[in-house]
């Protein structure tokens, strides 16, 4: 009989579903801090089981997990900290690993929760798997020399 509910595959060690694979219970409701790179939404309170669901859904995003030290209202996500923890040593010679990518301001209700009651000590980070710019896909049908080829204004 077939379930709806997908299972990790035992052999190979890889999770079926995003949540699975980065270790999310979809059943937790401790609150979180959520961070979504590049998205209207910026930095919100979730409980696990909404980002879990949610990387359900999109199959097309990644969770990674920055620390947010005690006491500060501010965090710069590095191009390192979109990466997973098992891809980050595989890309770490990279020079790009250690660009900023963003400064982003903690809620004020977060700020004083780290600080006071040390609770939320990390920033979950969602971000796209692939950027879209760089991807064959969006790159295939432009060329400068497709560019030139098709300006009919031109008075060469």
């Given at each position: ?29 401790t ?11 910026g ?51 990279y ?19 780290r600080?006071?009651f ?21 790159s ?17």
């Amino acid at each position: 009989m077939a379930t709806d509910t997908p299972e990790p595959l035992s052999k190979s060690g890889i999770s079926s579903t995003n949540s699975q694979r980065y270790g999310l219970d979809k059943e937790d409701k401790t609150r979180v801090v959520v961070y979504k790179y590049r998205h209207e939404d910026g930095i919100r309170v979730w409980s696990l089981r909404c980002l879990a669901q949610e990387l359900d859904e999109n199959i097309g995003l990644r969770c990674s997990r920055k620390a947010i030290p005690r006491g500060s209202s501010h965090l710069d996500i590095l191009g390192e900290d979109l990466l997973p923890e098992e891809e980050r040593a595989e890309f770490a010679d990279y020079p790009s690993m250690k660009l900023n990518l963003a400064s982003v301001g903690l809620p004020i209700d977060v700020y004083w929760r780290r600080l006071v009651f040390d609770q939320f000590r990390d920033l979950y980070i969602v971000s796209p798997s692939t950027s879209p710019s760089s991807s064959t896909l969006a790159s295939s049908n432009v060329s400068p020399q497709t560019d030139i080829d098709n300006n009919d204004d031109s008075p060469v």
